[in-house]
């Protein structure tokens, strides 16, 4: 099972990082580019344990369903989130949160399967880690522009 693992340093509150992490309108604000609206399930404010949110959006020019589930929290430090249906095998998404010196760490670790098998591994290689490790640094960099400046109180 591939796994995609970033590390994205905040200058902001723990507390701070890991609500705006867990937060569908700033999910939709991050996903612009894909057009991620929240159709189902939890579709504003912070998600928590045992909800869950089905997202419709366009990636790689087709229109997708995804619904996922937030199978563990433990605020401020820890929160996963897995996919109960759509278009990968499985993927499990784990937040990892530590802070020291007025900086928050966010550590992402995605792993996934792609869907068709030997073609879904074909495309892992050729272009789908690629993909996605793109869309979470996207994502990661506005959760730090929100956290880091005043914004974040316009989502909290």
Same mark, same amino acid.
Request: hydrophobic fraction near 45%; aromatic fraction near 10%; charge should be neutral.
């Given at each position: 099972?591939? %796994? ?5 340093? +905040?200058? /902001?509150? +723990? ?11 700033? &999910?939709? +604000?991050?996903? /612009?580019?894909?057009?991620?609206? /929240? +159709?189902?399930? %939890? ?5 928590? $344990? ?8 366009? &990636? $790689? ?8 589930? *937030?199978?563990? =929290? !433990? ?8 996919? *109960? ?7 499990? &998404?784990? &937040? ?11 550590? !992402? *670790?995605?792993?996934?399967?792609a869907p068709l098998g030997v073609l879904g591994k074909l495309a892992d290689h050729i ?8 869309? =979470? %640094? ?5 959760? %730090?522009?929100f956290a880091e400046s005043e914004q974040w109180k316009t989502i909290l």
């Amino acid at each position: 099972m591939p %796994k995609i693992t970033l590390e994205t340093a +905040i200058s /902001a509150d +723990i507390h701070i990082v890991f609500d705006l992490v867990r937060s569908i309108d700033l &999910h939709k +604000i991050s996903t /612009a580019n894909s057009g991620e609206e /929240a +159709i189902a399930g %939890k579709t504003s404010g912070l998600i928590e $344990l045992g909800e869950t949110v089905t997202w419709r959006a366009r &990636h $790689l020019g087709v229109r997708q369903t995804l619904t996922s589930m *937030v199978t563990a =929290l !433990d605020s401020p430090s820890y929160f996963a989130d897995e996919m *109960v249906r759509g278009a990968f095998k499985r993927f499990l &998404h784990e &937040h990892f949160f530590t802070m020291e010196n007025g900086v928050t760490l966010m550590v !992402d *670790v995605f792993h996934y399967t792609a869907p068709l098998g030997v073609l879904g591994k074909l495309a892992d290689h050729i272009f789908l880690e690629r993909y996605m490790t793109r869309f =979470l %640094k996207t994502r990661n960099t506005i959760i %730090k522009q929100f956290a880091e400046s005043e914004q974040w109180k316009t989502i909290l």
